[in-house]
């Protein structure tokens, strides 16, 4: 079956603008994960939808950046006023949760955008 | 202290050798765990999970040891294609609504 889709594959965007990131998560996954990850850097954890509960935002690094998930399926993450600072892939993960097995819990990831803010 | 500690390597293997390395957790009510896999410019996949009873999967065996709050990767008769970075990923009591922290990750270079 389909995959976690993000788009763009690519983006690049001048210093100062706004740029909205796309991901579709697989049908059916309660459980949504923004992450970010600077060349050479591990994983950083952005922001985390399970359901209808609130978001967990722990991971925004500032006010700058927000995401939504609409209908518990597509999600968007916006940052406002990019800076240099901001270029990194930003990667989408999705995952089943209410299975009741361990299974679910298990992510499986989009190809990532990546961002170059010049 | 981190929540997911991984040593970051590399870990230069011989091809062929047996490699084994940990990843330490500080919760100790965390309740899943597994292993991915992420090669250069590319997204994590999904590698085991891992059970308390450890499991195995061809090469891969993933072992739990929660007394000592840490789970452990070995690959044996490691192959060139092997060579990637290693994340471990814990999953976090219900009351944190189940969410999943990744390590920074193990290097292994497999090598001729």
């Known amino acids: 079956g389909a995959g976690v889709s993000q788009s763009p594959s690519n983006k690049v965007t001048e210093k100062g603008k706004d740029v909205e990131l796309r991901c579709d998560p697989i049908s059916g996954h309660t459980a949504l994960y923004w992450y970010r990850q600077s060349l050479g850097q591990g994983l950083e954890f952005l922001i985390y939808f399970q359901g209808n509960s609130a978001p967990d935002k722990s991971g925004l690094p500032s006010d700058r950046f927000s995401a939504e998930r609409t209908g518990g399926s597509v999600s968007t993450l916006t940052i406002q006023r990019t800076q240099q600072e901001d270029s990194a892939v930003y990667l989408c993960?999705?995952?089943?949760?209410?299975?009741?097995?361990?299974?679910?819990?298990?992510?499986?990831f989009g190809p990532g955008t990546r961002l170059t803010v010049t | 202290r981190k929540e997911v500690e991984q040593d970051p390597g590399p870990f230069n293997v011989p091809e062929g050798a047996t490699v084994a390395f940990n990843c330490t957790y500080s919760?100790?009510?965390?309740?899943?765990f597994f292993w991915y896999r992420q090669d250069c410019r590319k997204e994590p996949k999904l590698l085991m999970s891992v059970y308390s009873s450890g499991n195995e999967d061809g090469r891969f065996t993933a072992q739990l040891n929660r007394a000592s709050q840490y789970i452990s990767l070995l690959i044996r008769d490691s192959k060139l294609s092997d060579s990637a970075t290693y994340l471990c990923v814990v999953r976090g009591i219900k009351a944190a609504g189940n969410k999943l922290t990744f390590g920074g990750g193990t290097r292994v270079l497999v090598k001729p």
């Open positions: 919760n100790s009510a965390s309740q899943s």
């Open positions: 993960a999705s995952s089943l949760v209410f299975l009741g097995s361990r299974m679910a819990y298990e992510q499986y």
